[in-house]
């Protein structure tokens, strides 16, 4: 099993910017691919991005499209969330997963993933 850690998160206005970050340890951080989800309360675990074990695909949720890029460098076992015009609906914890054994839309699904941080808290204030 991998050990994921999140950190990152913080409160910051409406349009603002905040970078996650979620450091992998264990299994060669090459063999799964990697996805955030955040959940808000009283809501479900939703999808936000995913990338490849390659980092070469990367997909993301429409809300998230052109505000958010994901990333992974394998130098330091890090994935990245950029998260960019940050609005106050993008309030929650967000959670970084790995998924060992993917196959074609199974980045969007939280119950793939084998492995989860503990998240970290993100909220925008209006």
């Known amino acids: 099993q991998v050990q994921l850690v999140e950190s990152g998160g913080g409160l910051v206005q409406a349009g603002g910017s905040l970078r996650l970050s979620c450091v992998a340890s264990g299994p060669t951080f090459d063999g799964y691919d990697m996805g955030w989800f955040r959940q808000a309360p009283w809501k479900e675990r939703e999808f936000v991005a995913a990338i490849s074990w390659s980092g070469k695909s990367t997909y993301y949720a429409e809300f998230v499209k052109g505000r958010f890029t994901i990333s992974r460098d394998k130098a330091k076992s890090t994935s990245y969330l950029q998260m960019n015009s940050l609005k106050p609906e993008d309030t929650a914890v967000y959670y970084c997963?790995?998924?060992?054994?993917?196959?074609?839309?199974?980045?969007?699904?939280?119950?793939?993933?084998?492995?989860w941080g503990q998240g970290t808290q993100v909220t925008v204030s209006s």
């Open positions: 997963g790995a998924d060992f054994h993917a196959y074609a839309g199974s980045y969007a699904i939280p119950h793939e993933y084998d492995s």
